[in-house]
């Protein structure tokens, strides 16, 4: 193939797969919110939609996955266009992961009475899934720009959504131990709470890939501990 067909070959796939991985991602966030919401009202209607979701995500995760190979195979792509390709691979595993906790999220929902109120408002939960989606939104949003500044500090966030979750564990134990919410209802909720922050470390993830797809630049991997002590006077 003459090299500028295959220029505008590879361009015109690139394209196409840009676009179907917005869509992908653009469905793990409704995932989530969805699968956050039904949680919170008891509606099993809404968890129901999250499985649908679910499996749109998965069927466009192959398709994804398929452009990428085929793009490999038939150009031999290199430098920034391989970047973008094979970044594109990692993260739509990070999405469909996404959408299996939002999944997850749905089918405790499901082991709810329709309705039923929550303890204490799902304690630190609502706080700890806004924190969650915002990471998302900010991921998502800096690989649609091709924006690294904007994703390389996700870590952070996610120190707090590691200490929301240390949070809920200590409150929900607390008040199975006192007799306040049963053990089969805090387990639930001590779930959610281990799922949403397993979203939030994808959301790092894909933060991680962002940069390197834009830059070549791989961001070096900090524990929270660490980072902690550098931000004590």
């Given amino acids: 193939m003459p090299k500028v067909a295959e220029r505008k070959a590879i361009a015109a796939g690139l394209r196409m797969l840009n676009e179907n991985m917005i869509t992908l991602a653009e469905l793990a966030e409704l995932a989530i919110r969805k ?3 039904s949680l919170a009202r008891a509606d099993h209607t809404i968890a129901n939609e999250v499985f649908v979701l679910d499996q749109e995500i998965y069927g466009l995760q192959v398709e994804v996955e398929k452009t990428c190979v085929d793009l490999i195979a038939l150009y031999a792509p290199v430098a920034k266009d391989l970047r973008a390709i094979t970044t594109c691979l990692k993260i739509t595993t990070d999405l469909d992961r996404i959408g299996r906790y939002a999944r997850d999220i749905a089918e405790t929902t499901l082991r709810f009475d329709e309705g039923q109120p929550h303890f204490k408002k799902l304690v630190s939960i609502p706080h700890m899934s806004e924190l969650t989606v915002r990471m998302v939104d900010t991921a998502i ?8 500044e904007s994703v390389r ?3 952070e966030t996610d120190d707090s959504v590691d200490a929301l979750q240390d949070e809920v564990f200590r409150e929900i ?3 199975m131990m006192d007799g ?21 470390d994808h959301a790092v993830n894909i933060g991680e890939r962002v940069v390197y797809m834009v830059t070549g630049d791989r961001l070096e991997r900090v524990r929270g501990a660490d980072r902690a002590k550098e931000r004590v006077p």
């Fill in 153 to 155: 500090h996700l870590q």
């Fill in 173 to 175: 134990v607390t008040y």
């Fill in 35 to 37: 699968g956050v919401d």
């Fill in 180 to 200: 306040s919410v049963s053990v089969e209802v805090g387990a639930r909720y001590i779930l959610v709470a281990r799922y949403l922050e397993r979203i939030a």
């Fill in 141 to 148: 949003e800096g690989f649609v720009r091709r924006d690294a």
